[in-house]
């Protein structure tokens, strides 16, 4: 039964119960402002009739209500209430507050797990420019206060994953460094937050607080149709061909030039070029082409130069290679979250200790930076 069905039974059965109620409460009322009543008159039967018919409306009412309500919900299961079972608790501070906030790791079979890695892998994707192409599910829970052993007030947050994947967390150093990082950031991207990276895994504690039933969705959204239903003015355009020259020959590299093909384009109007720190992307409008690719190495944005010849239809583009000096490197080494890091911070004071001491070259800087940033 739809809704609209539902609707017009509902309708229906008030209609008939209004009616039955007109038709009962005058006879009551006759009865109850008599002085002589007979047994005869207090059992009439077209009261009882219409109590009774009544009586049977309500009931069909109530099964209809149910059969509705119980076919909406199962054609619509949105999500269920879950019970997670208790695993890591994580102790750090909040950003620059420094309150006390600790991030209760929890288990649940009701959790999905993620795709199957194994750690030489998770090493490679650490190591890849986009790590973020694995997805952990999990559930983040609300912040609820606590109170922590120094009786001081804090703040908690429940995070719920696979119960199987947590254990294979539990067992590898690493694979429980990497889902605390992926908890961590889940956390502050909801909630707008910022946690320092130097947590603190509690031994003799599994969590802190009371943990509260979540909600977790059983049944995602039908995203595959509203992709579907919006257009992408990227997804017809063609990618141009492309020459990507390095120089000069011989030595480090000083500049990148870039040579764009781009047959069919009359006039330097209806291109938008954007040259970036480390990418370029280039379109021609209305959705004839579209460029998006990388440097090989960083490069200056503001010495960069861009040239469109008409005649040739070929798009120019020359950059010159970003360069260090030790002042570069300190002001990376005293970067807050260069800080955070312990071994990051010796390595960048290593540099400018060479730096300093007459060791100093620019290919040296753009080696050391470019490989720990």
């Given at each position: 039964?739809?809704?609209?069905?539902?609707?017009?039974?509902?309708?229906?059965?008030?209609?008939?119960?209004?009616?039955?109620?007109?038709?009962?409460?005058?006879?009551?009322?006759?009865?109850?402002?008599?002085?002589?009543?007979?047994?005869?008159?207090?059992?009439?039967?077209?009261?009882?009739?219409?109590?009774?018919?009544?009586?049977?409306?309500?009931?069909?009412?109530?099964?209809?209500?149910?059969?509705?309500?119980?076919?909406?919900?199962?054609?619509?299961?949105?999500?269920?209430?879950?019970?997670?079972?208790?695993?890591?608790?994580?102790?750090?501070?909040?950003?620059?507050?420094?309150?006390?906030?600790?991030?209760?790791?929890?288990?649940?079979?009701?959790?999905?797990?993620?795709?199957?890695?194994?750690?030489?892998?998770?090493?490679?994707?650490?190591?890849?420019?986009?790590?973020?192409?694995?997805?952990?599910?999990?559930?983040?829970?609300?912040?609820?206060?606590?109170?922590?052993n120094s009786s001081q007030g804090c703040t908690a947050y429940d995070v719920v994953i696979?119960?199987?994947?947590?254990?294979?967390?539990?067992?590898?150093?690493?694979?429980?460094?990497?889902?605390?990082?992926?908890?961590?950031?889940?956390?502050?991207?909801?909630?707008?937050?910022?946690?320092?990276?130097?947590?603190?895994?509690?031994?003799?504690?599994?969590?802190?607080?009371?943990?509260?039933?979540?909600?977790?969705?059983?049944?995602?959204?039908?995203?595959?149709?509203?992709?579907?239903?919006?257009?992408?003015?990227?997804?017809?355009?063609?990618?141009?061909?492309?020459?990507?020259?390095?120089?000069?020959?011989?030595?480090?590299?000083?500049?990148?030039?870039?040579?764009?093909?781009?047959?069919?384009?009359?006039?330097?109007?209806?291109?938008?070029?954007?040259?970036?720190?480390?990418?370029?992307?280039?379109?021609?409008?209305?959705?004839?082409?579209?460029?998006?690719?990388?440097?090989?190495?960083?490069?200056?944005?503001?010495?960069?130069?861009?040239?469109?010849?008409?005649?040739?239809?070929?798009?120019?583009?020359?950059?010159?290679?970003?360069?260090?000096?030790?002042?570069?490197?300190?002001?990376?080494?005293?970067?807050?979250?260069?800080?955070?890091?312990?071994?990051?911070?010796?390595?960048?004071?290593?540099?400018?200790?060479?730096?300093?001491?007459?060791?100093?070259?620019?290919?040296?800087?753009?080696?050391?930076?470019?490989?720990?940033?």
């Amino acid at each position: 039964m739809d809704l609209s069905q539902y609707l017009s039974t509902l309708i229906i059965i008030c209609h008939l119960s209004q009616k039955s109620l007109t038709k009962a409460i005058p006879r009551i009322q006759d009865s109850i402002g008599g002085n002589k009543l007979e047994a005869s008159n207090m059992t009439d039967s077209s009261l009882f009739n219409s109590e009774l018919e009544f009586q049977q409306q309500e009931e069909l009412y109530q099964q209809l209500l149910s059969q509705t309500m119980g076919g909406i919900q199962t054609e619509n299961p949105v999500s269920k209430s879950i019970r997670p079972e208790p695993g890591l608790c994580i102790k750090t501070v909040s950003e620059p507050s420094k309150e006390k906030v600790f991030v209760n790791i929890c288990q649940s079979s009701s959790v999905p797990p993620p795709p199957e890695i194994s750690r030489e892998e998770l090493v490679e994707l650490l190591q890849s420019e986009d790590p973020s192409e694995f997805r952990v599910p999990m559930s983040l829970g609300m912040p609820h206060t606590e109170m922590d052993n120094s009786s001081q007030g804090c703040t908690a947050y429940d995070v719920v994953i696979n119960q199987e994947f947590f254990q294979k967390c539990k067992n590898d150093p690493l694979f429980q460094q990497f889902v605390i990082l992926v908890s961590v950031e889940g956390l502050e991207n909801k909630y707008n937050l910022e946690l320092n990276r130097e947590w603190k895994v509690l031994k003799n504690r599994k969590f802190l607080g009371s943990l509260s039933a979540q909600d977790i969705r059983t049944k995602s959204k039908p995203v595959i149709q509203e992709l579907h239903s919006q257009e992408n003015p990227d997804a017809a355009a063609k990618r141009p061909e492309f020459t990507l020259l390095v120089g000069p020959p011989v030595g480090p590299p000083e500049y990148l030039s870039a040579e764009i093909k781009l047959p069919g384009v009359t006039s330097s109007r209806s291109l938008v070029l954007d040259v970036g720190e480390d990418r370029l992307v280039l379109t021609a409008q209305p959705s004839l082409y579209h460029l998006d690719i990388f440097h090989p190495f960083l490069i200056n944005q503001e010495s960069s130069v861009a040239q469109y010849n008409s005649s040739t239809q070929v798009q120019t583009a020359h950059m010159t290679k970003k360069t260090y000096t030790p002042n570069d490197v300190l002001l990376q080494a005293t970067h807050p979250a260069v800080k955070k890091s312990r071994n990051r911070f010796r390595l960048y004071i290593i540099c400018l200790m060479l730096c300093f001491s007459g060791s100093y070259s620019h290919h040296a800087c753009d080696l050391f930076m470019t490989q720990h940033q």
